[in-house]
């Protein structure tokens, strides 16, 4: 990691903001990465409800208010700021809960780069740190009938506490049974559209005439559960997904034949005559597609239903056996709001802070490991992993592990 200065809240350099005509409020964050400046409000005036972002770039006098992607920390009492690789400074926010407390501002990692190249004015992206992993999502694609849902049905019912859907937005209407918030967010295009603008969707296709898309949220809510995320989206998706931050395993269901996918599509009984037309002109495409692109990672025949659900459970790494129970993680830390020292060796954060009681004073630390980070912007940053280190004044020195 680069070197690169970081002031804390409560000593920030009350020149830099004279230099562009601003007075200190006393809660501001200034990081410097190459010629540019952030300086993040993190809002103790109470006025403000969430952190507010603006860059001063060394060459231009004025700053520049950046459009912010990503989901905004909720202000705090006080936070401190350090640069990391150059393309993101880690906050810490003082006063949180360590599920509140690490949050990444994302300055030119790739996703930032894209879309300040899509929407041609200056971006940075907000990126919530969550400690400890979960194993990597699963994409699943195929052509309409082909029996992707009743694939992903059958492992979510043989294995609820391990998977979970990744519920889809599309501007289609639904079928009988299906409904709103549980196999979709039935939507309409123009709010669909405006969230799209927002860098809400982390994926988006035009699929069969209607839209459709994943939600940053509805992948983060699964994994913030503790469960495996399964997505059933088009090609056109997985391609997105791929190029995105996400690290996905990408499987491929094909039919048998192109007869039997049309005699499933009429058995299934929800499209008119003109839809199952469409969809199987379409599937042609993206079997080929799907065949040739180099997106997927396993291809799967789903000719007899078991054998298919067999193959998908072995190479997904389960079988019976599996133990279906979710370690629950123990949450009892808050940082103190205001922490002394924030330092970095290698990819250790050292964040240290006093505390006192009646009989004395201990110098505490934390020690927050960037080492296998994951993921990012527009969803979470996961991977990281934080220790507790009590050394109290007569030398013992205790570690916890807090993950
Ligand atoms: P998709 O989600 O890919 O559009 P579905 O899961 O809805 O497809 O399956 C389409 C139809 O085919 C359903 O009626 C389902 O019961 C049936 N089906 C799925 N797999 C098989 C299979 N291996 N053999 C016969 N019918 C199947
Ligand atoms: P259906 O209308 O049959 O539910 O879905 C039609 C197609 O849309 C399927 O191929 C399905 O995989 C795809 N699809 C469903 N949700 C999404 C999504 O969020 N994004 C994309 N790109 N495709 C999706």
Known sequence: MGEAPAFFAHDLKEGFLNGFGLKSKGCETATVIGNKTYLVDGGCDELLLSFKVQIFDHSQGTPINPVVLGTIPNSCKGHSAIALNEDRILFIKGGSPLDDAFWFLEVDTPYVQEQRKSLGCEVVAWSKGVRGTVEKPVVVSGP?????????????????????????????????????????????????????????????????GNLYGTSVEAVEVVADAGKRCILDIDVQGARSVRASSLDAIFIFICPP????????????????????????????????????????????????????????????????????????????????????????????I??????????????????????????????????????AIDSVTNGSTMINQTS
């Open 257 to 348: 034949s192109m007869a039997e996918l049309e005699k499933r599509l009429r058995a299934r009984g929800t499209e008119t005559e003109e839809q199952i037309l469409k969809r199987l002109r379409n599937a042609e495409a993206e079997i080929k597609e799907g065949e040739s692109s180099g997106i997927f990672d396993h291809f799967l025949f789903n000719d007899n239903l078991e054998e298919c659900y067999l193959s998908l459970k072995k190479l997904l790494g389960i079988d019976a056996s599996v133990n279906t129970c979710t370690e629950s993680i123990s949450e009892d830390l808050d940082l103190p709001p205001i922490v002394h020292s924030v330092s970095r060796i290698d990819n250790k």
């Open 144 to 208: 309409s009938g082909v029996g992707k849902g009743t694939l992903i049905s059958m492992l979510m019912k043989e294995f609820p506490t391990l998977f979970g859907f990744s519920v889809s937005h599309t501007t289609r209407a639904p079928r009988n049974m299906e409904k709103d918030g549980l196999h979709y967010h039935f939507t309409e295009r123009s709010v669909m559209e405006k969230d799209i603008k927002e860098g809400k969707f982390l994926e988006f296709a035009s699929v069969h």
């Open 350 to 387: 050292i964040i240290s802070y006093r505390t006192s009681d009646l009989d004395n004073e201990s110098q505490k630390m934390i020690v927050l490991d960037l080492s296998s980070i994951k993921g990012g912007a527009p969803g979470r940053t996961r991977g990281l992993e934080a220790y």
